[in-house]
């Protein structure tokens, strides 16, 4: 039940030996694995992987770095793609950062917006990014789930105790991921161990962000055990419980991923 719910398997830093990450994945326990969509225009790349392998599964959309790049795309475009692939569970990542602006914030507002409609009408999973944003991503997902409601996660959680809050008052989940265990985010680690397990995801977001002790390495879907195991222990219960759970999470709310089959890499 060990799930990597965010990575990026279709990034060239994996093209030369994903068989051998996908046998360590398994090694380590990591029973499935979403591959996450950043560029429409690169969905080929990310839907092949999917297709691939019966434990790896994908979403679509457009990361708000990339927006500017990928300009032109509409709710159709998302739709369409997810009408017509099965492994597709779900929408994005979408969302704001403010840290990098890669693209211009109206512009990352405006498909931030596009990316809720699909997931409200596609009835798929809203991954969502935020940095150096978490009050204008509390207005918009308060405005939009006025509108209709959606379900979703809030990807890699860095934020503060207002997203937190709002994330799990709209029945939204928190996925944590190897920035958890790095040496100067105690703040981070304060408001995780009191968020309740039913509220939790785990994820690399490989190649980036490797948890201790590979920190400033390549990360993959391996090291999902190693964040796993940090969070179980900061939040006081068995790692296995902590597994259950948060696979059990996963599959509740990434509903078109086949739990119950899960062939062999």
Known sequence: MLVDSHCHLDFETFSNDIEEVLERAQEAGVSGMQTICTRLSHFEKVINIA???????????????????????????????????????????????????????????????????????????????????????????????????????????????????????????????????????????NLVKNIPLEHLLVETDAPYLAPVPYRGKRNEPAYTKKTAEYVAQLCGVEFDHFVQQTGSNFYKLFTKAESNNLGDI
Request: charged residues 20%; aromatic residues 8%; negative net charge.
């Open 51 to 189: 297709k691939r392998y019966s434990n790896i599964w994908c979403s679509v959309g457009v990361h708000p770095h990339n927006v500017i790049d990928e300009a032109g795309f509409c709710l159709e475009d998302i739709l369409n793609i997810v009408n017509s692939h099965k492994e597709v569970i779900g929408i994005g990542e979408t969302g704001l950062d403010f840290f990098y602006e890669h693209s211009p914030r109206d512009e990352q507002i405006s498909a931030f917006r596009i990316h809720i409609q699909a997931a409200r009408i596609s009835g798929l999973p809203l991954i969502i990014h935020t940095r150096d944003a978490d009050s204008e991503t509390c207005d918009i997902l308060e405005q939009e789930w006025n509108r209709g409601p959606f379900t979703g996660v809030i990807h890699c959680f860095t934020g503060g105790h207002e997203l937190a809050a709002l994330a799990m008052r709209l029945g939204l989940y928190i996925s944590i991921s190897g920035i958890i265990t790095f040496k100067n985010t105690d703040e981070l680690r």
